[in-house]
């Protein structure tokens, strides 16, 4: 089971520490299920380093939640699907009185991961 530490971001780079038996083949981060960088894994002791760029063209007002995905191989470039190991939420422009509006963000980025390995698994496509 992978176990994935936010760190936070600092000059753009989102940076994390994964706990796994191996390296991951490939982490994506992905916003809106679309992806928008890939992820450098680094060893550190029996952990991964992480450090994902958050392109600063996908920072726009509003909330936007990156999710870190650890894809398959040959997954597709426009549609990616795989294990989410963790989230960070971006918030810009006009400051939000609530912060549940960050938590449906969140869970509709979830859903939408969630949905599309579903259809996935229906197709018969492991």
Known sequence: MSRFEN???RDGVWRGRLTAGAP???LVVTLNGRPVSEAS???ADKDWDIAAPLPAAAIQDGIQTFLLVETRQGADAEA???QSLGQVSVIAGQPLDQDLVAEIATL???LDLVKRELRRLADGQF
């Open 7 to 9: 760190l936070g971001i």
């Open 24 to 26: 991951p083949q490939r």
């Open 80 to 82: 990616i699907s795989g």
């Open 41 to 43: 894994v680094t060893a």
């Open 108 to 110: 509709r980025a979830e």
